[in-house]
């Protein structure tokens, strides 16, 4: 397995079928808008403690820019692409069963060997509206300021 077919498995998954995070989707349909605080740096801020914080940032602004946010794994996947990839299809494929605004979120390095956690939910960030998208209400979790 190359490289970039790795790169097409990594999903985001949702309350519709999978589509990859390298390609634009529309969260309206699958997130309610819950308005525009607080800001990602602050929310992170606020987050910096909690166990297995990943935060996607969108670097640059431009249309249909978004940064994921996302805390407290349900498990952690580790292995190498050759022998253990079947354990990330199975949780894919949980994952488009249970819904959710989760994902697999972490790393594959150039070795083959990948790290990625089992995010049952998340929070996206729309840059161009200024609004978080949160079907999970997982604003409700994050620890007062």
């Known amino acids: 397995m190359s490289h970039a077919d790795c790169r097409r498995k990594i999903v985001w998954y949702g309350l519709h079928p999978p589509v990859s995070t390298l390609q634009p989707s529309s969260l309206e349909t699958v997130a309610e808008k819950i308005g525009t605080r607080p800001d990602p740096v602050g929310l992170v801020q606020r987050l ?5 914080l990943v935060w996607l940032d969108s670097a640059l602004a431009g249309p249909g820019t978004r940064s994921w946010l996302a805390w407290r794994p349900q498990s952690v996947l580790r292995g190498h692409l050759d022998h253990d990839w079947g354990q990330v299809e199975a949780a894919l494929a949980s994952g488009r069963i249970g819904g959710g605004s989760g ?3 972490g790393w594959v390095g150039f070795d083959g060997h990948f790290v990625l956690g089992i995010y049952p939910q998340s929070l996206v960030y729309d840059h161009d509206r200024g609004q978080w998208f949160d079907p999970d209400n997982l604003l409700s979790q994050v620890p007062a300021e």
């Not at 910096?48 to 297995?52: H, L, M, Q």
């Open 48 to 52: 910096s403690g909690e166990p297995g």
């Open 103 to 105: 994902g697999l979120f």
